[in-house]
């Protein structure tokens, strides 16, 4: 089977890194394997973003699980949208929340859901957590066994 990679723009070159969040593109190729109901999971142990009123950065952990549909996102991509978010003032809740819906409109997933692990911000960790539905039935989906502190002790 041959695949057509050619509407992607930033695999298997020298890619700048987007200077926002809204300027970063997610690209997407075919699922090869549509007829299956499989996860992909994309863990992201260093997020940063900054405190959109202190601008002092915060830091997550961030696991994304999703059954492809159609499409499955360009890993790079990903990578480079995810830390775009590295100047960018939002709360804890809006970057989890963006980094899921703007991936269900890319990729019509057949479910999605995010864990977003926040570390603490005045002492008290923020913890995210956002799907679009039941999972399908049959899938096997794993729990994420991301503690919600991770602080010393």
């Known amino acids: 089977m041959s695949e057509d990679y050619s509407g ?23 699922n090869p394997h549509d007829a299956l109901n499989y996860v992909v999971r994309f863990t992201c142990p260093e997020f940063t973003s900054l405190c959109p ?4 950065p915060d830091f997550a952990h961030i696991v994304v699980d999703y059954v492809p549909g159609a499409w499955i996102v360009e890993s790079k991509s990903l990578k480079l949208y995810l830390t775009s978010f590295r100047n960018h003032g939002a709360f804890h809740e809006a970057c989890s929340i963006a980094i899921a819906r703007r991936l269900v409109g890319l990729l019509d997933p057949v479910w999605l ?14 913890d995210v957590f956002w799907q679009t539905g039941a999972p399908p039935e049959g899938a096997w989906i ?6 919600s502190y991770r602080g010393r002790g």
């Open 113 to 126: 859901r995010i864990g977003a692990y926040w570390y603490p911000r005045g002492g008290i960790p923020i």
């Open 8 to 30: 992607l723009t930033q695999l298997g070159q020298a890619t700048p890194q987007p200077v926002s969040p809204d300027k970063a593109r997610l690209e997407r190729v075919a």
């Open 53 to 56: 009123l202190t601008g002092q």
């Open 142 to 147: 794993p729990g994420q066994d991301v503690p």
